[in-house]
Every structure is written in structure tokens, then in C-alpha cells.
Antibody, heavy 118, light 109 residues
């Protein structure tokens, strides 16, 4: 059974950088797949942030592309998200997710709440 | 972006009812449509993928249909555990790769 678990600071100051990590168990991030980040806020609903492949190729939502970085840590079987220059509008529940094989859809972690506030 | 529009936003129903939620895409997405169920504080759980394929372990009272731009999720006989929020999601575009409907909250009448 595959499990994804998000971790990182729950509070980030405005203009700072949001940094989150997703720990994966039951699957290897070097297997052929795409590893995703999605966020959910009351104001904007569910918003796909981007994904990173097992080879490190990335795709980002154009609305966030200028502020987003994603990376893999194969030694820890983790992948990470960094979002720069955050504002209150970036306050959301952040989910990591993998593509369910042969379905084209996502299997999600439990999510972690990040609040942007001074 | 491909916009996904769900209706209704809120649905009141009783145990045993048959309920239908619709999702419309702003352009054709073929059959690349999934339905998720989400309960408060929990991760979304896939119910249906590729418009009509039942997810692993999902009860058969859930079904999906449609293609192109119009899709429906039907629950044939509502159970107490089904009161939740439901989202549709498309994955037919490259950028952004996924977009979601705004959700339908299914509440007890």
C-alpha cells in the first residue's frame, strides 16, 4: 500500500518561502511516475501546483510558475515543493499526490495546512 | 485553462435517494474525467476515473458517465457514509495538467 505524507512548517511569514516535503512509502520515486503537489483553499478551491517526474522533469501551473521549484531526494524517497514570495493568498491545505497507474488520476496524501501570516 | 463547472453546488438528499451530480468542461476532454469524494480534514479519494471506471474498492452504487464536455456522477441509493463533498477533475490538458470543479456538497435533508 502506497502512502504519501506531507511535512513542513505550518506558518510562513509574508514574502518568505514555503517549503514542504512529501515522504513516499510503498513505491519508489525513481519508478516511472509523476509526483504532484495540489493545494486547496476556501477561496480558490482545488488548484494543481505542478509535478515532477522520476527523472526530474517538471511542469508547473502557469499561474504559479514564476514562484515554484520542485525537486527529488532519491536517497530519502522524498520530493519537495518550494513556493517563493508568499502572501496570504497562499494560505491553503497542501497535498502531495502520485498518479495512480493506468488511471490518469491522483492518489493523495493527507495534506498539511500552511498559513501565511506575520 | 480548461474550466470545470459542477452543478449543483449543494445537494440535500435522504438515505436511499438516487442522486446525480453533473460536471461540464469548457472544451472537450474525451473521457479524461475523474470524480473524487472528500470528507472534512481528509484527503480526496478517487471514486471514478476515465469517466466511467470504478476505482478500487469503491461500492457499485457509484457510477459515472459521459464524454466530451458533459459528465455525470450517480449514486444509486444514498448511504449514510456518502454525505461528503464531491469534485470532478480533468486531466486532458498539458498546462495546467489537472483542473478541478468547485465541488458539490451532499448534505442530509
Amino acid at each position: 500500500q502506497v502512502q504519501l505524507q506531507e511535512s513542513g512548517p505550518g506558518l510562513v511569514k509574508p514574502s518568505g518561502t514555503l517549503s514542504l516535503t512529501c515522504s513516499v512509502s510503498g513505491d519508489s520515486i525513481v519508478n516511472s511516475n509523476w509526483w504532484n503537489w495540489v493545494r486547496q483553499s476556501p477561496g480558490k478551491g482545488l488548484e494543481w501546483i505542478g509535478d515532477i517526474s522520476h527523472t526530474g522533469t517538471t511542469n508547473f501551473n502557469p499561474s504559479l510558475e514564476s514562484r515554484v521549484t520542485m525537486s527529488l531526494d532519491t536517497s530519502r524517497n522524498e520530493f519537495s515543493l518550494k513556493l517563493d514570495s508568499v502572501t496570504a493568498a497562499d494560505t491553503a491545505m497542501y497535498f502531495c499526490a502520485r498518479v495512480l497507474p493506468a488511471t490518469g488520476t491522483l492518489e493523495w496524501g493527507q495534506g498539511t495546512l500552511v498559513t501565511v501570516s506575520s | 485553462d480548461i474550466e470545470m463547472t459542477q452543478a449543483p453546488s449543494t445537494l440535500s438528499a435522504s438515505v436511499g435517494d438516487r442522486v446525480t451530480i453533473t460536471c461540464r468542461a469548457s472544451q472537450s476532454i474525451s473521457y479524461w474525467l475523474a470524480w473524487f469524494q472528500q470528507k472534512p480534514g481528509k484527503a480526496p479519494k478517487v471514486l471514478i476515473y476515465k469517466a466511467s471506471t470504478l476505482g478500487s474498492g469503491v461500492p457499485s452504487r457509484f457510477s459515472g458517465s459521459g464524454s466530451g464536455t458533459e459528465f455525470t456522477l450517480t449514486i444509486s441509493s444514498l448511504q449514510p457514509d456518502d454525505f461528503a463533498t464531491y469534485y470532478c477533475q480533468q486531466n486532458n490538458s498539458h498546462s495546467p495538467r489537472y483542473t478541478f470543479g468547485q465541488g458539490t456538497k451532499l448534505e442530509m435533508k
